[in-house]
């Protein structure tokens, strides 16, 4: 299964890594670390400065998840906006160390929540990803923006639009999809694939959030990888299973499925 482990990403939160580390590098699973807010609260710089040198000298790229709990970089209350934006750099400054190809982020729109507030909700994101791009761009990585609750693409076909960086891309999270949109997958590619930068994989019944295993759900993956294939499209593909069975499940189905052949 090597083939598909060296094409793909393995999502781990930092405080698991000392427990993994030597079967990350065993196996040589390329890891995308997740920075929660209680792993930069007590960040350990020495050590997380030696673990991104064992990551490196391994010879595994790197991918990051920044903080996303109770965050909210669109916030219209700049005082809030604020604060996300300072906890996300936390985790953007650890680029120095590990040399991440993308971080993933989270924009949080979220229409019962910001209810008639798109244009405000707009502006305010437009202002953090703007800071967060020079920061991001200072350390050579890609911010990778993730739809959560977005029921469909536009808003954040407009917040790409009014970015228009090279140092930022879209991240489509299967799974989110699978749960939340109520709009197909060809009209989220329609919009979004030219930003297209990365893909979180994992899947669901379609009623909620449930990191099953790649084709142990709903979501159609077949369609995915065909429109990927035609439209030549190549991202960076993080597996987001939540344990260890999950993963390798994954990582057998894709295999089997055929899906990264043309990656």
Same mark, same amino acid.
């Given at each position: 299964?090597?083939?598909?482990? &060296? !094409?793909?990403?393995?999502? *781990? @939160?930092?405080?698991?890594? @000392?427990?993994?580390?030597?079967?990350?590098?065993? %196996?040589?699973?390329?890891?995308?670390?997740?920075?929660?807010?209680?792993?930069?609260?007590?960040?350990?710089? $020495?050590?997380?400065?030696?673990?991104?040198? /064992?990551?490196?000298?391994?010879?595994?790229?790197?991918? +990051?998840?920044?903080?996303?709990?109770?965050?909210?970089?669109?916030? =219209?209350?700049?005082?809030?906006?604020?604060?996300?934006?300072?906890?996300?750099?936390?985790?953007?400054?650890?680029?120095?160390?590990?040399?991440?190809?993308?971080?993933?982020?989270? @924009?949080?729109?979220?229409?019962?929540?910001?209810?008639?507030?798109?244009? =405000?909700?707009?502006?305010?994101?437009?202002?953090?990803?703007?800071?967060?791009?020079?920061?991001? !761009?200072?350390?050579?990585?890609? =911010? #990778?923006?993730?739809?959560?609750?977005?029921?469909? @693409?536009?808003?954040?076909?407009?917040?790409? $639009?009014?970015?228009?960086?090279?140092?930022?891309?879209?991240?489509?999270?299967?799974?989110?999809?699978?749960?939340?949109?109520?709009?197909?997958?060809?009209?989220? =590619?329609?919009?979004?694939? !030219?930003?297209?930068?990365?893909?979180? *994989?994992?899947?669901?019944?379609? $009623?909620?959030?449930?990191?099953?295993?790649?084709?142990?759900?709903?979501?159609?993956?077949? $369609? /995915? +990888?065909?429109?990927? #294939?035609?439209?030549?499209?190549?991202?960076?593909?993080?597996?987001?299973? %939540?344990?260890?069975? &999950?993963?390798?499940? &994954?990582?057998?189905?894709?295999?089997?499925?055929?899906?990264?052949? #043309?990656?």
């Amino acid at each position: 299964m090597q083939e598909v482990i &060296s !094409k793909v990403q393995v999502h *781990i @939160p930092y405080h698991f890594l @000392p427990q993994y580390q030597a079967e990350i590098i065993k %196996h040589k699973l390329n890891p995308e670390i997740y920075f929660s807010q209680y792993a930069l609260k007590d960040m350990d710089m $020495e050590k997380c400065s030696q673990t991104a040198t /064992l990551m490196r000298n391994a010879g595994l790229n790197v991918t +990051f998840h920044a903080p996303f709990m109770d965050l909210r970089p669109g916030a =219209l209350d700049d005082k809030i906006r604020r604060v996300s934006v300072d906890r996300m750099k936390q985790a953007i400054e650890l680029a120095q160390y590990f040399q991440p190809l993308r971080i993933v982020c989270h @924009p949080m729109f979220d229409d019962r929540y910001y209810v008639d507030c798109d244009d =405000l909700w707009l502006e305010a994101s437009v202002k953090s990803w703007t800071e967060l791009i020079e920061l991001a !761009k200072a350390h050579k990585t890609i =911010l #990778s923006l993730e739809n959560v609750y977005d029921k469909e @693409p536009r808003l954040l076909r407009r917040l790409f $639009e009014a970015l228009d960086s090279d140092c930022v891309c879209f991240c489509l999270d299967t799974g989110h999809f699978n749960a939340f949109s109520y709009t197909p997958l060809k009209i989220w =590619l329609k919009e979004l694939g !030219k930003y297209l930068g990365q893909l979180h *994989i994992h899947d669901n019944m379609g $009623e909620r959030d449930e990191h099953l295993a790649v084709g142990e759900g709903t979501f159609p993956f077949i $369609e /995915l +990888f065909d429109s990927l #294939s035609q439209g030549k499209i190549k991202p960076v593909i993080t597996l987001e299973a %939540h344990d260890q069975e &999950s993963l390798w499940k &994954s990582i057998k189905n894709i295999k089997e499925a055929g899906f990264l052949e #043309s990656m």
